[in-house]
């Protein structure tokens, strides 16, 4: 059975960091891109960050350059987002989703997770 379940989300000050953890399970995290997403209410899911699974390579959302950093171990089936420097706006419920490629629509991503919840306070 698929399954990707996020983690690490909490509330944190202006200015913190903050890793968020995604475990895939099921299928072999290589086989495959992820892409951290994430979304608050009223407002449509955005991509932050997305890493390849051939190469490594690694795209991210002009509000995540600089700051967020998207990595992956396929030993241990698990991806992370980084996130430093973080702002209110930052603020939003963050899931990971799996694809074959980078960049896609939506309707790309077959699974995703339950979502983990990042407030930023000011």
């Known amino acids: 059975q698929v399954n990707l379940v996020e983690s690490g989300g909490r509330v944190v000050q202006a200015g913190d960091s903050l890793t968020l953890t995604c475990a895939a399970s099921?299928?072999?995290?290589?086989?495959?891109?992820i892409t951290w997403f994430r979304q608050t209410p009223g407002k449509e899911r955005e991509g932050v960050a997305c890493?390849?699974?051939?190469?490594?390579?690694?795209y991210y959302a002009d509000s995540a350059k600089g700051r967020f950093t998207i990595s992956r171990d396929n030993a241990a089936n698990t991806a992370y987002l980084e996130m430093s420097k973080l702002r209110p706006d930052d603020t939003a419920v963050y899931y990971c989703?799996?694809?074959?490629?980078?960049?896609?629509?939506?309707?790309?991503?077959?699974?995703w997770g339950q979502g983990t919840q990042v407030t930023v306070s000011s």
């Open positions: 989703a799996r694809a074959l490629r980078c960049g896609g629509s939506l309707d790309a991503y077959d699974y």
């Open positions: 099921g299928f072999p995290l290589a086989d495959y891109v």
């Open positions: 890493i390849s699974n051939e190469l490594d390579l690694k």
